[in-house]
């Protein structure tokens, strides 16, 4: 098990995604706020923050040896791994860890990319085959397909994927993103996400 972690964070950030999965995990971590507009805490745009992550972004976490995570899949992924008791993840090399691990990257390699660029550049000529996301519309059908048959991605088990999947589709919902907020089977997966104790938690409930 892993030692006492910092973690980098703001509640109006992608970091509330890996709260709640500190949470879910059991881990013992410290918050160290972060600002982004000179309010209380370490500014993103300081030189001290950017010594520990370049990018000056969140979520970060630094281990108790001084190793840096970033990145939402990769640090939930790790956490996954790190407390095992949690049964955040099935057995390593199973079909079900890599259905995990699809789903982990999905979001930040088509869900993320596929909404900003609908929502940002709703006109777009882009060919959707030239885009590793393909479209937005592709991407929200083959999430609502995987969520059909739930109650989770992997069927009765919760995973570390869903933490990040929930998180990210209640958020996209909370601004707007299209199809999501219309989407009954994602909205009633959200709430089961939502209810569980971790995410009350993190949530400060």
Known sequence: MAG?????????????????ALEEAGADYEIKPVTFDGGDGLDSRSDEFLAINPMG???TLVLDDGTVLTENGAIIAWLADAYPDAG???????????TMYRWLFFIGSCFEPAMTDRMMRPNSAINPRS?????????????????????????DRFSAADIYVAASLGWAGMFGA?????????????ARA?????????NGG
Request: aromatic share 10%; proline share 10%.
């Open 194 to 202: 939502q209810a569980r104790p971790a995410a009350q938690r993190a």
């Open 4 to 20: 006492k972690i910092d973690f980098y964070y703001n509640p109006q950030s992608r970091a509330a995604v890996t709260r709640w």
């Open 178 to 190: 299209p199809r999501i907020k219309e989407s009954a089977v994602i909205q009633d997966y959200v």
């Open 88 to 98: 955040l993840a099935p057995p390593a090399g199973s079909p079900e860890r890599g």
């Open 131 to 155: 885009l590793g996301w393909g479209d937005y519309d592709q991407v929200v059908d083959t999430l609502e397909k995987a969520l059909a048959e739930g109650p989770w991605l992997l069927g």
């Open 57 to 59: 972004k969140i979520p």
